[in-house]
């Protein structure tokens, strides 16, 4: 299958991706805290031989700063994993539709992501890989808790399940402001693009389930699944509205970005991504009559974060300089 | 010869135009105040019959309000002159850099305009109008006072000349705040655009005297040479200093107005005359390395204006529907 941002269904709709992450700890290892190197070395070789051929393993010892922020900005790995200073593995699949970190906060971090709105389908792909490593390894189990876990917040289940979705009809109306309490209401939490603590970049958020234990994998999936499909009709509504009621200042929106995006000779990241959301917004109202670019929207979003950006220049560029080569990789995507 | 504005050297320094006014009253007819309407209608007979077949008369009788507004914003007539509800007369020449108002302030208001640096023809050429007319009209002269004028402010030489200048550094710097004061010290005045009262759009300004009694027509003339010579040294060393301190930002700064010029789909006048007021600092330098539209940029921003565009789309439009019909003609103006 080719690689999960670049189908067109990221584009398609306000939901870009759909994500599972399953923690999971093996019995005979100590938690992260207390595992000691030659431990978690051992660990790493029974995950790598337990998920056998199907994974490449990733060394991470061969890439530098630049590309594991690109790892980042693509979601294969967590700040977390990276900052770990034992022992770590990584494997992941040639279309980066399913990761697993080894030594992260817990043992096991299975990590699946879909285009769109995959949620069935990352599930379904979370649990044969899980299925997959419980056939030579013992996890760390309790009937009462569920799966143990480093942190307590993460037992039970192990499980969190995310949509990332595009929010600019919400966020420009103001609404989001509301969402987020309404949102913990059902245990539920809305962050930016790259996770907690980090502003929301290009009006992308992501919903995920807060709780993990007390409630059945379904129960979570499912409960996920009916706020964020009344996240999205509420901004498809708004949106909407807005093309039946200011449809010439939405499109004068869409062109002004899409002729910023084509003519600017230096653009921050932040900004870059408040164009490319309307663009986005443009094509999907299909009211930008402009050609598309050859990429999807949302790989060109990833592409022009610090690390990616970094990786396709080939070397470090200070911020100013970042802002100039994003601006060129930014024309050269949209060049007709 | 052709329109004045359509001579490319309008846009080639921060020199658009020169203009002189000669304000000049005939003995036997009283001011415009006591004026009769039939005393108004022989005045308007006899300039057109001195003037003779050297000019067209224009009726502004037939024009409609649009009309009449565009001439005003092709600086044709004076605001004054429309107000006037007398008989008036208007004479043109087809090139545009003759034109004479009858029963304006005063009884004739003769003015030249030449583009670019050029304020020696429109004096030479006013000076020649100002000549014919003499041939068989008496002017109102007193030998200590010079011309007569309806409004002692003009008395004297009657002579008001003035250049038409680009000053976005000046303006972008700030340095036009401290120019105000030091013009006035000389006897000189810095207005927008469109005259007394009115905002300075797109960075462009009018330098003239204001002092017209106790002066030579040439001292008056040098004078304002002087002057403009140093706001335009100026200006370029300010210009010259950005393009090699901060010339990516300009850069910058050129190509996303050009961007926004050729995609907005609501462009409000304020904001499309600064946008080419970019546009035409970005050809100017020659960084903005994209094909020039078929008009000069000051061809474009006079056409812009609310009068020109409607008398373009042929009908009256409300401000929304000029904003909207601005950014279609812009973007026709640019299209490769």
Redesign the interface.
């Known amino acids: 299958m080719k690689v999960w941002y670049t189908d067109e269904i990221v584009d398609a709709t306000p939901v870009i991706s759909s994500r599972v992450r399953l923690a999971r700890n093996i019995k005979k290892y100590p938690f992260l805290v207390v595992i000691s190197p030659e431990q978690s070395k051992l660990l790493v070789e029974e995950v790598e031989t337990a998920l056998g051929s199907h994974f490449t393993p990733i060394s991470l010892a061969g890439k530098n700063d630049i590309e594991k922020r690109g790892m980042l900005e693509r979601h294969i790995v967590s700040p977390e994993f990276l900052k770990i200073n034992k022992p770590k593995g990584l494997m992941l699949q040639s279309d980066e539709r399913i990761c697993v970190m080894v030594n992260e906060e817990d043992h096991i971090r299975i990590q699946t992501i879909s285009p769109g709105d995959g949620i069935d389908t990352a599930w379904d792909t979370a649990n044969k890989v899980d299925d997959l490593l419980e056939e030579s390894i013992q996890y760390a189990f309790d009937k009462d808790y569920g799966y143990l876990t480093s942190c307590p917040t993460n037992a039970g289940t192990g499980l969190r399940a995310s949509f990332m979705v595009h929010l600019p009809m919400t966020e420009r109306t103001g609404n989001i402001r509301g969402l987020l309490p309404a949102v913990s209401k059902f245990g539920m939490t809305l962050r930016g693009i790259y996770g907690e603590g980090t502003e929301p970049l290009g009006h992308i958020y992501q919903v995920s389930n807060q709780v993990t234990l007390g409630k059945s994998e379904e129960d979570i999936v499912n409960g996920l699944k009916t706020i964020t499909s009344q996240i999205i009709d509420n901004e498809n509504k708004l949106r909407e509205k807005a093309m039946s009621s200011i449809r010439?200042?939405m499109?004068?929106q869409f062109?002004?970005a899409?002729?910023?995006?084509?003519?600017?000779?230096?653009l921050s990241g932040k900004e870059a991504m408040e164009l490319l959301s309307a663009v986005r917004l443009g094509y999907l109202t299909q009211t930008l009559n402009v050609p598309k670019p050859g990429k999807t929207l949302y790989e060109i979003m990833m592409s022009i974060q610090p690390g990616s950006l970094q990786s396709a220049a080939g070397r470090e560029l200070d911020e100013n300089e970042r802002d100039?080569f994003r601006?060129s990789y930014l024309r050269g995507m949209f060049k007709k």
């Open positions: 010439l200042e499109e004068d062109f002004r899409y002729g910023t995006l084509t003519h600017a000779r230096k100039v601006a």
